[in-house]
């Protein structure tokens, strides 16, 4: 079984200001996948950036980097530049290429990131 | 090119009563998954849809059933439901072998 852990139920983050929200996962997989979704109030999941397990590098798009740190199983999400629209709330999820799990997501419980002005 | 479609947006119910939500994917996309989001909770997998046929299922009762059309898009069924199933439901598309989905923007059910 997957799991992802969340510890952060809120975040305050002054606007312009990086902030780093923290995801740890365990999985017995040796092949899987960590995204990060934004979900602001609208209810949208709204896709950020994927991690693969072999990515040698850290991902990154745009504001967004994943700082992967296999041996320690997290997956921490770096925003930089904080904005007020990215008041929301991530969730960090973790999935498997291939096997009897394809494609099914497992979510953390989220962390509510508030950007102040 | 048209996102991923969910309707309807809201819907009302009572316990006992049965409902239908529906799920276009984005073009291309061929599985579908469904998943129940609770408040303030993460989402939650029901069951996925390929070739018309569910791939693999969650921890959900037979109440939850679903069914994927030709042009890959797909119902959830809720039978008898209960105060619980009140919900954000949400769909999510993808291709292949990679699991990057992308998701609808939910239909919320409120179950009285």
């Known amino acids: 079984a997957q799991k992802i852990t969340q510890t952060q139920p809120g975040m305050f983050v002054q606007e312009k200001e990086a902030v780093t929200l923290d995801c740890t996962y365990d999985?017995?997989?040796?092949?899987?996948?960590l995204f990060w979704y934004k979900q602001p109030s609208s209810g949208e999941m709204i896709f950020l950036i994927y991690?693969?397990?072999?990515?040698?590098q850290n991902a990154t798009e745009g504001r967004y980097s994943l700082n992967f740190q296999k041996a320690r199983k997290s997956a921490n999400l770096v925003i930089s530049a904080s904005q007020l629209g990215d008041s929301a709330m991530y969730f960090c999820?973790?999935?498997?290429?291939?096997?009897?799990?394809?494609?099914?997501?497992?979510f953390g419980q989220g962390t509510i990131l508030t950007v102040h002005p | 090119d048209a996102g991923v479609t969910q309707s309807p947006t809201h819907l009302i119910k009572t316990r006992g009563q049965q409902v239908t939500l529906r799920c276009s994917p984005k073009?291309?996309?061929?599985?579908v998954s469904w998943y129940q989001q609770a408040l303030g909770q993460g989402p939650q997998f029901i069951f996925q849809?390929?070739?018309?046929?569910?791939?693999q299922r969650g921890n959900f009762p037979d109440r939850f059933s679903g069914h994927q059309f030709p042009n890959y898009s797909s119902e959830l069924n809720v039978n008898a439901l209960l105060l619980g199933d009140s919900a954000l439901y949400l769909c999510?598309?993808?291709?292949?072998?990679?699991?990057?989905?992308?998701f609808g923007p939910g239909t919320r059910l409120t179950v009285l």
């Open positions: 991690q693969g397990s072999y990515d040698q």
């Open positions: 999820a973790i999935g498997n290429a291939g096997g009897t799990s394809y494609g099914k997501l497992t």
């Open positions: 073009s291309g996309h061929d599985t």
């Open positions: 999510a598309g993808h291709r292949g072998p990679y699991n990057e989905q992308f």
């Open positions: 849809y390929y070739e018309e046929e569910e791939r």
């Open positions: 999985t017995s997989d040796p092949s899987y996948g």
